[in-house]
Structure formats: C-alpha cells, structure tokens
C-alpha cells in the first residue's frame, strides 16, 4: 500500500520553471517506479516522465523532453518533476503514480496522488 501526496503546483508565466513534489508513505516506495502524469483542461490523461526505482534512468514524454527533469529521493520517499521553459499548453492538473512496471501507460499505475493544478498564463 502507497499513498501520494503532490504539491508545489501553481500560476507561472509562459518561460518560467515551477518544481512540483511528490511525496510517498512508508519505506517500500523504493520497490515501486514512479512516473508523472497530467491532464490538461479538456483532455484526456496524458504521460509526462517515468523513472526507475533507483532513480537511476527516466524516460520523459516528447512533448517536454529538454525542459523537464523527473528525480526520486527515496532515502525521504520524494518525487520531484522539475519543470522549465513552460508554455501554455503544459498547463494541467499533474499526477504522481507508482506501479510495478516501467511504462507510459496510466491503467498499468496502481497508486495515484489527487494531483496538483499547474497554470501557465501567456
């Protein structure tokens, strides 16, 4: 069992960077991979990042490869998305997942934050 928490979400204009956070109960987060996903306004669920349960390697969406960089602390069980260069469509709400497989699919993710809204105003 995982509970996830984001936070760190808010308004930036279009070039800026925001942080969003992600934080994991209990110590056997480290088993699990992580990824982040968002949902803009009036769209479907889409993947962003994912990275290994070492943190060791990601995998970043094409759409923010270069601008975005996904971390993991699990010595304090945190998920980070670093994110830069925003533009307008990267506006969303922005979820923190973790599951048992490396992938870029949401139903594969078996826990779920209650995601955090991101704003990029033009």
């Known amino acids: 069992q995982v509970s996830l928490a984001e936070s760190g979400g808010g308004l930036v204009q279009a070039g800026g960077s925001l942080k969003v956070s992600c934080a994991a109960s209990g110590r056997a987060f480290s088993t699990y991979f992580a990824a982040w996903f968002r949902q803009p306004p009036g769209k479907e669920r889409e993947f962003v990042a994912v990275v290994t349960r070492s943190g060791g390697g990601a995998l970043l969406a094409d759409s923010v490869k270069g601008r975005f960089v996904m971390s993991r602390d699990n010595t304090e069980n945190m998920v980070y998305l670093e994110m830069n260069s925003l533009k307008p469509e990267d506006t969303a709400v922005y979820y923190c997942?973790?599951?048992?497989?490396?992938?870029?699919?949401?139903?594969?993710?078996?826990?779920w934050g209650q995601g955090t809204q991101v704003t990029v105003s033009s």
């Open positions: 997942a973790a599951g048992a497989a490396f992938t870029r699919a949401p139903e594969t993710y078996s826990y």
